[in-house]
């Protein structure tokens, strides 16, 4: 086998190996927003350091990117009652504001984010470790999501726009918002994924209690000031410190009308649980995941092996869409974990911002360890790695590794690894994978590898009643925005995109009245001298 660690020790570079263009001066924030206020702080802080070390006449060591403040419970509280305060039960200005106003405000926003596009970007490499490439396609994607929101809400507001006349009764039904929103984006999406959830909360016109990754808090930091300009006060809030520290005060105050975590089930049922009123609750939830590739006997093992790669292995295999388990039949097993392994030693490890890196160092301190313990448990158990160089570890480093066979019992079988580890699992049934998807906490996505079209047939009937996506011959993915994402079971609740995202923060209320002429003559006076921003058949281009 080849002797990969020195390869792998001079994949860190020294302080004047990085390109100027992408060296980072430390970002030291000592601010916070509350209230329409950027407040000064003076209390705790944390250091960043970046996933990324640096060679230093003492060795490897992490480089110090920055540091943030670790705000309390006190704090946090206060963000709270900045929201109650600017929701006012409905009637503070964000919430009773037009549709096109709010619209208005959030272009404004988009402005202002585009100008701080690069800062956020070498945030982004640096605090996760995501490649320039995908940082900048991370950043590209949210811009256009807001986008494509604005033109949802547009599309929403004009079907909306008319009234009904049923029964004998007159009524216009629009969307309203929910109060206020504690949103919690997580740290290998931290920018896309947090402001899914975060801008159609804004733009349905409620107030929000923003808390930041662990991992990728700093690249907020950048847009703290435009949220500040662009909203009233109080609309948007920031949260920062440990979460077991500053979120249950929150929760237990009965005063957050929707919790949108997008982090672990375990979290969140704990979160959930500490609400004094969970029915007056609304949880829209991105979650835990376990995806399966099932790759069957006449399966296209070329582009098989290609979406799988792709799918497993992607930023690290660090997303919740990842494919985190293969299942192959027996039959073909060996040629395509031949061909499989032939690709993953293909892919090239390096930093961030080296061209064509596919593989980068982790952000999770802790990670290397628990791969590796997990491979360790797998082969204890008669697994094996197959690739060159699999799971070797390097500082903050792990090589990809594929793991075979994996068998129940194992660490890998179930347990979702959220990195590049990819066990792969030989099956002689096609009921063994159906089982397994059937037994699972999960049911996010399922990819399937095939060419017969009544063995597909026969497949996709019953996993749509166990995940939300069944791919064929495709990996598993969120995109496009437009489609609906969400899970079953464990992994979700609540269903994000462009338009189900606004209909999730938010609910259909109704203006109602006899059909009678006195009526009439009232709700033509409210529309015609526009007293109303609700009642309205104003329509929006």
């Not at 007056?280 to 069957?296: F, P, S, T, W």
């Not at 194992?410 to 347990?415: A, D, F, G, I, V």
């Not at 996506?469 to 995109?479: E, H, L």
Request: charged fraction near 25%.
């Amino acid at each position: 086998m080849i002797d990969f660690l020195p390869q792998l020790q001079n994949l860190f570079p020294e302080e004047s190996q990085i390109p100027e263009e992408f060296r980072i001066e430390p970002v030291h924030q000592r601010e916070f927003l509350i209230n329409g206020e950027m407040r000064t702080w003076n209390g705790p802080t944390v250091d960043v350091f970046s996933p990324v070390h640096v060679k230093t006449a003492n060795g490897l060591e992490r480089k110090l990117i920055g540091s943030y403040p670790i705000t309390t419970d006190a704090e946090a509280m206060e963000a709270l009652d900045a929201a109650v305060a600017a929701y006012d039960n409905g009637r503070g200005e964000w919430p009773t504001m037009s549709i096109g106003d709010r619209i208005n405000c959030m272009e404004n926003f988009i402005g202002k984010m585009l100008e701080r596009k690069k800062q956020i970007v070498d945030l982004l490499m640096w605090e996760i470790g995501k490649t320039l490439g995908d940082s900048t396609k991370e950043f590209d994607r949210t811009v256009e999501y807001i986008y494509d929101t604005i033109d949802a809400l547009k599309d929403i507001d004009r079907s909306s726009s008319r009234f009904k006349i049923e029964q004998g009764i007159i009524g216009q039904i629009r969307r309203s918002p929910l109060g206020v929103v504690l949103c919690m984006g997580p740290f290998n999406y931290p920018l896309n994924e947090t402001y899914t959830t975060l801008i159609p909360a804004i733009l349905m016109g409620n107030t929000i209690l923003f808390k930041p990754p662990k991992h990728g808090t700093l690249l907020h930091y950048p847009m703290l000031e435009a949220f500040r300009e662009c909203f009233p006060k109080g609309v948007v809030n920031t949260i920062y410190g440990r979460g077991a520290n500053v979120v249950p005060a929150l929760m237990q105050s009965g005063k957050i009308n929707v919790l949108t975590l997008i982090g672990s089930s375990r979290v969140a049922d704990q979160l959930k649980k500490m609400h004094p009123k969970v029915n007056r609750l609304r949880a829209v939830l991105g979650l835990d995941a376990k995806n399966a590739g099932i790759i069957l006997e006449n399966a296209d093992l070329e582009l098989a092996v290609k979406e799988c790669i792709l799918g497993s292995l992607s930023f690290n295999g660090q997303r919740c869409t990842a494919i985190k388990i293969i299942w192959v039949h027996r039959s073909v097993a060996d040629q395509f974990l031949s061909r499989f392994c032939e690709e993953v030693n293909k892919l090239k490890p390096g930093m961030p911002w080296e061209k064509g890196t596919q593989i980068t160092p982790l952000p999770e301190p802790n990670k290397p360890a628990f791969l590796t313990e997990c491979i360790e448990d797998a082969e204890a158990q008669g697994a094996q790695v197959l690739n060159d160089g699999g799971g070797i570890v390097e500082a903050s480093y792990f090589s990809p590794a594929v793991v075979y066979p994996v068998a129940k019992g194992m660490k890998l079988y179930r347990e979702e690894q959220f990195g590049p580890v990819v066990p792969v699992v030989p099956f002689d049934d096609i009921e063994e994978p159906i089982e397994y998807i059937i037994e699972s906490d999960h049911g996010q996505q399922v990819s399937i590898f095939g060419t017969d079209t009544d063995q597909l047939a026969r497949l996709i009937d019953p996993l749509v009643n166990q995940v939300s996506r069944v791919n064929i011959n495709a990996q598993c993915q969120r995109g496009p925005d437009t489609f609906p994402f969400t899970g079953r079971k464990d992994s979700a609740e609540g269903t994000l995109s462009v338009e189900d995202a606004l209909r999730s923060f938010s609910i259909r209320t109704v203006v109602a009245t006899k059909d009678t002429d006195s009526n009439k003559t009232i709700l033509n006076e409210i529309i015609s001298d526009h007293k109303s921003q609700f009642l309205s058949t104003h329509y929006i281009f």
